[in-house]
């Protein structure tokens, strides 16, 4: 059984250039999450995906936008780079119970985005 | 105000000792849950343990326990035995119910085992 799958695993960007992530979440799994983290730092959240629509985002610019696919993947597009976005940028996937909360939650190894 | 805050940057331990890596959390929701995680270099994020706000026992898995203290907002985690393995990141988050979807992490402890 694959767990969360993300690639590129590396990737160098000059600034002002696009960028676009992509992930498979684990088998059963129907919503993603993606997180960015900054070298030294704790993940901070981006937004999250469900059913295809964005379903909650955290405090990043329109720059940063996603989507899901009816197979439940994702990407993550980032537009006019900056020094500043350099950093791992993880996806997680989870299960919505009937309650509509998530279980527990499953990172794949990220994507590492270095901006020159 | 930071809502996870883990004032351990950096600890060394000797292998086989048991080690206690610090984590105070501040909510105002009364439906929370509490994570942990490992972080070893290659990036990927690993599961340890997770503890719910209402969960009457201290949460464990296997040589991972949870030290909850609800009164004091603080939920260590308790590594016991450590291994050379056991060397990384870890990471203590927080989901509230209001905030279903997203969590809230802390900036991380590096933990290294000492032979």
């Known amino acids: 059984d694959a767990g969360v799958t993300q690639s590129p695993t590396h990737l160098i960007k000059t600034r002002g250039q696009q960028v676009t992530l992509r992930c498979s979440p684990k088998s059963g799994h129907d919503t993603v999450s993606w997180y960015q983290q900054a070298l030294g730092q704790g993940p901070q959240f981006i937004f999250q995906?469900?059913?295809?629509?964005?379903?909650q985002r955290g405090n990043f610019p329109d720059r940063f936008s996603g989507h899901q696919f009816p197979n439940y993947s994702s990407e993550l597009n980032v537009n006019a780079l900056l020094l500043g976005d350099s950093a791992l940028y993880l996806c997680?996937?989870?299960?919505?119970?009937?309650?509509?909360?998530?279980?527990?939650?499953?990172f794949g190894e990220g994507s590492r985005l270095t901006v020159l | 105000a930071q809502k996870i805050t883990q004032t351990q940057p950096g600890m060394f331990v000797q292998e086989k000792e048991a080690v206690t890596l610090d984590c105070t959390y501040d909510t105002s929701d009364p439906s929370y849950g509490l994570f942990w995680y490992k972080q070893p270099s290659s990036g990927e994020m690993i599961f340890l343990i997770y503890?719910?706000?209402?969960d009457q026992q201290n949460a464990t898995e296997g040589r991972y326990s949870l030290n909850f203290q609800k009164a004091r907002k603080s939920a260590n985690l308790v590594i016991s035995a450590s291994q050379l393995g056991d060397s990384a990141m870890y990471f203590c988050a927080m989901r509230e119910r209001d905030s279903n979807y997203q969590l809230i992490w802390g900036a991380g402890t590096k933990l290294i085992i000492k032979p």
């Open positions: 997680a996937s989870g299960r919505t119970g009937t309650s509509g909360t998530i279980g527990e939650l499953f």
């Open positions: 503890q719910g706000s209402y």
């Open positions: 995906y469900y059913e295809e629509e964005e379903r």
